[in-house]
């Protein structure tokens, strides 16, 4: 009877030992992320006498579901207005000193950052003008085929804001409201 109760034990502890090693070191998990605190659609570097590019900014954490974490290669912004379709792909992140998107390690427990999206220098041009959009956010992250949607969000331009925007030293931001559960939005001149 005790070697049946012993081997029954022993059998369970194997069971989770191994349960216990595909969590941490055999399962891959992925990337996702946490709703943006802030999104922000304007020229890029404040206000300036020259045309400026437009950006999108956002501040998210991203986190890994695996404890090993994971490794993000890019990230791009879809913008969707009725028919047209952006992507703004060049990635820069950071506070203060800004680095080029090109891998960012993502540990289980996140990683905040401030993320930058620009059109690609391949002449491009985009305005924001009035109506709904959506707002896209993918990552490709090392080992997955395709990129993945970390983030989607429906936001609305009004005719006001796209007139303030015309102005070079205007940008419009979208703060979350958790009580209201949506995103406010607001003009501000760039500093």
Known sequence: MISII???VSIIALIISGFTAWLTLLRKGTVLM????????GPD???KTTDLPPKIYLCSLLYATSK???IVESMYVRLKRGETTQNFSIWTYG???LSRGSGLY???SGITANHHF???FDGTSFQFLAGAYILEVFASVVGERTPRLLYSVKLEITSE???SLKDKGNGLFFDWGPDAGKYSAHIRVLP
Do not use: C, N
């Open 34 to 41: 946490t709703r943006p605190a802030v999104i922000f659609l």
């Open 68 to 70: 090993r974490g994971r």
């Open 45 to 47: 570097g404040g206000p």
């Open 95 to 97: 506070d203060k000193q």
């Open 118 to 120: 620009l059109l690609p």
């Open 106 to 108: 993502v540990p289980e």
């Open 6 to 8: 012993s081997l029954s």
């Open 161 to 163: 804001q796209e007139y």
